[in-house]
């Protein structure tokens, strides 16, 4: 019993850490909870798809929909919206007929770029008030949350695609 009450504990204290980390960043930005988007009001789904795209530009829908854990049909209907609103392009494989790849337009490209200038000046406002050590210390405790979040994250597309 021990040990699921130390993963009750850990889980709720991690919980709690991120939420707060989150509202930190929010609040430092004069936000007083997340927007959901800048101008054009893109759902969540949107903005993980765009996010996926950016990793993995000219993906095939198929590999949208395993990436983004949502079903063909769900993904089909955010990647309508954002073709829409002229964010994404459809375009056919020339290798494969059969297959549909999506990337950006000049148009989500620019959106793109623009976002990640903002969100460097945002960044660097809030890391020009730390210690260079500080920053040297943040960097260090996100890159390791970083590889065990992607350890997990990796387990579970192999665990997600064996099965």
Known sequence: MGAKKD???QTERIEFLLSQILRGI???NGERRPRRGKRMDFTLAQLRIMRIVSHHQDARMGDLARLSGVSMPTLTGTVDRLVKAGILARYRDPKDRRSVRVRFTRKGNNMREQHKRMRVKRISSMLEKL??????????SMEKTYRIISKLVDEKTQAHAAG
Do not use: S
């Open 7 to 9: 993963l009750a504990t």
């Open 26 to 28: 929010f609040r430092f």
């Open 131 to 140: 210690r260079p050590a500080e920053r040297t210390e943040l960097a260090k």
